[in-house]
């Protein structure tokens, strides 16, 4: 459901990918705002329940 419902949202809300850490899920995506992932969350049947913008990317690459 999640990968239909993203189509729908594109180019709105794109998935870049998400981490499981014990019973907890982090998803990354690219969105236009932080509506787009709660429209695109209510579509797909899962919670989100935070939403955390990030300003920057740190890392290996950008350590030299």
């Given at each position: 459901m999640s990968?239909?419902?993203?189509?729908e949202f594109a180019p709105k809300v794109q998935w870049e990918r998400s981490y499981v850490a014990g019973d907890k899920t982090f998803c990354i995506y690219l969105a236009?705002?932080?509506?787009?992932?709660?429209?695109h969350a209510k579509i797909s049947s899962f919670p989100a329940s935070r939403?955390?913008?990030?300003?920057?990317?740190?890392d290996s690459k950008a350590a030299n």
């Open positions: 990968n239909t419902a993203l189509a236009e705002d932080e509506a787009a992932i709660h429209e939403i955390t913008p990030f300003l920057s990317i740190i």
